[in-house]
């Protein structure tokens, strides 16, 4: 496996890129990073990469399995595109504000990173999985919508995933999904044993300018 790309200081940040032991590229990048109280821009690439190596190997694992072994057919390509919504985004957050990343996965993997956000973000506005609109209420799709399902949501971490058969991109979305929630908690378990009693998920323990503008007004004026 060869080592993660590097940037040098004080350029853009360039695709998170690394090799797996079975030769497949990953590819991953954070849109925007919401836990910086945990881990660094750079750090979520990694992570991000980290848990895209893991869909790697498995990816490689069902391509090759024979069919009689296969508990969910072999899977057509060894490529795969994911797209991760940020769970803590409000709802009035545009679709494309609310991407918490992506992750390539092979030599085609990019080509498949439209279809896996359209499953996400129609997920998103359905509150459901998208393909439940897509096989039985098409009128809540609309012009330039995607044809297939199914996107995946674990505990409010919306996933959506392409390039194999609907069943297996819902179970690799699942399976990210579940991987990226556990790397967070354990994280978050450390933070706070290494932090101690704060109020707040923050470095220098204060809330989110968003929360204290919500009672700004209270104080406003005052002499």
Not at 12 to 26: K, Y
Not at 162 to 175: F, G, M, N, V
Not at 205 to 212: C, H, L, V
């Amino acid at each position: 496996m060869t080592a993660p790309a590097v940037s040098p200081p004080g350029s853009p940040t360039p695709l998170a890129e690394v090799v797996s032991p079975d030769g497949l590229t990953v590819r991953a990048r954070h849109h925007h990073n919401p836990y910086g109280y945990l881990l660094s821009g750079a750090g979520l690439d990694a992570l991000l990469l980290d848990l895209g190596l893991r869909r790697a190997a498995s990816i490689w694992r069902q391509h090759h399995i024979s069919p009689a072994a296969a508990p969910r057919d072999p899977y057509p390509r060894l490529s795969m595109g994911f797209v991760l919504l940020d769970p803590t985004a409000d709802r009035w957050v545009r679709h494309e504000d609310a991407v918490l990343g992506a992750i390539a996965i092979g030599d085609e993997g990019h080509r498949f990173l439209p279809n896996a956000a359209a499953k996400a973000a129609g997920h998103r506005r359905l509150d459901r999985n998208y393909g439940e609109a897509v096989h039985t209420d098409p009128h809540l799709c609309g012009d330039g919508a995607f044809r297939y399902g199914h996107s995946a949501e674990v505990r409010g971490l919306i996933v959506g995933a392409s390039a194999q058969s609907p069943d297996q991109d819902l179970y690799e979305a699942s399976l990210l999904a579940q991987d990226f929630i556990a790397e967070l908690a354990d994280r978050h378990a450390a933070w706070e044993t290494t932090t101690g009693a704060t109020d707040w998920l923050a470095p220098n323990d204060r809330p989110a300018p968003g929360t204290a503008a919500m009672t700004a007004f209270f104080t406003a004026g005052a002499s």
